[in-house]
């Protein structure tokens, strides 16, 4: 760690370190403390959600919303905790806005699974498509940054070596496309319409063409297994890559630094009362293979995959913030402690 890492950290999160410091951590009122809460509904977020797992002296008023409305609109000014975007939130710390994380990741996904090319393509590897065109609904979003990341640091293809057609004006959370990238903005196809029309060679995103999921045949992965790619690149690196994480008000955080704590607590039972349920028996699991890929999973990803906490997922969020940091997200790269609730690190 650099002395200007040191002096950035200390900057970054003095007010939170002193508010905590200044005051015994304060016990849940005997009153349950209302909090407004915002996330998805996944598997592993329903225990909140239903209340069968309920966090210490909170009582939460839920809203469940799209995914994407965590990825384009900063809803941390709306709700005392919500999810988001993790390179949002990323870029709002930067900024100096007002909220902090959780170690707490309610979406990670396989990237890799989502890189497509035309049938008909020749391309094989992602270094064949040095020279091409990509096309993504926006250059931003997480998932997006992942793919940049990996793919310039495993598989020979850097951002600036290709074109890029998006289909949105403005990215939003502040970004801006850095200087060296080519970016081309469509308005009048989609990404998946691009790519079939031949104006672009591969398309990626957080979401796969709606083309390829009602099956149309002229569409596929770039990677011909692109879960055995997904897991070797686990193998390899330890990361399912988090894309998602639970911010708060960082005034709250400061106030009630129990408040962090006890979200904290509730999700990560909820998760693993989820991965409990499930593989406490395939029968559980409505897909006909349950039984197969869950032991496939077991064997490719390790017993806790989607694992919370700081210390376990480190080395993922380091690799994120790298990224984030080359590709024009945040001017300063940040010691990675300074991102969420100081009195989470060590849950």
Not at 137 to 166: C, I
Not at 175 to 187: C, E, H, N, R
Not at 315 to 322: A, G, L, Q
Request: glycine share 8%.
């Amino acid at each position: 760690m650099s002395p200007d890492d040191v002096r950035g950290l200390k900057a970054d999160s003095a007010t939170l370190d002193a508010g905590i410091a200044s005051r015994k951590r304060a016990a849940p009122a005997k009153k349950p403390l209302p909090l407004a809460l915002a996330l998805a509904v996944y598997d592993r977020t329903k225990p909140i959600i239903d209340g069968s797992v309920k966090p210490e002296g909170l009582k939460l008023n839920i809203n469940t919303g799209w995914i994407g409305d965590f990825c384009t609109r900063p809803v941390y000014e709306d709700y005392d905790a919500a999810e988001m975007s993790l390179s949002w939130y990323v870029a709002a710390h930067g900024r100096g806005e007002p909220c902090i994380a959780l170690p707490v990741f309610p979406l990670r996904m396989a990237v890799l699974g989502y890189v497509f090319c035309r049938a008909d393509a020749p391309y094989t590897h992602p270094s064949q498509l040095v020279g091409k065109r990509i096309a993504s609904t926006g250059y931003r979003y997480t998932v997006n940054l992942w793919l940049r990341g990996m793919l310039k640091d495993h598989y020979g293809l850097a951002p600036e070596q290709v074109s890029w057609f998006t289909t949105v004006k403005d990215e939003g959370a502040g970004y801006t496309i850095p200087a060296g990238i080519d970016v081309t903005v469509v308005t009048d196809k989609t990404p998946g319409e691009m790519l079939i029309a031949g104006d672009v060679d591969a398309v990626i995103g957080p979401e796969a063409p709606d083309e390829f999921l009602k099956g149309d045949p002229r569409i596929r992965r770039l990677f011909a297994d692109a879960r055995a790619e997904q897991a070797a690149y686990f193998k390899k690196t330890g990361i399912y890559p988090i894309t998602h994480t639970v911010v708060m008000k960082k005034s709250l955080a400061l106030e009630k630094p129990w408040v962090a704590e006890s979200l904290f607590h509730a999700f990560r039972d909820a998760q693993r009362a989820c991965t409990d349920y499930y593989y406490k028996n395939a029968k559980h699991v409505s897909f006909p293979s349950a039984l197969f890929f869950m032991e496939e999973e077991r064997r490719d990803y390790g017993p806790e995959p989607w694992v919370n906490g700081f210390a376990p997922t480190r080395h993922v969020i380091e690799t994120f913030v790298r990224y984030a940091h080359e590709q024009g997200y945040i001017a300063r790269r940040p010691v990675i402690e300074e991102l969420f609730a100081p009195n989470t690190l060590g849950l």
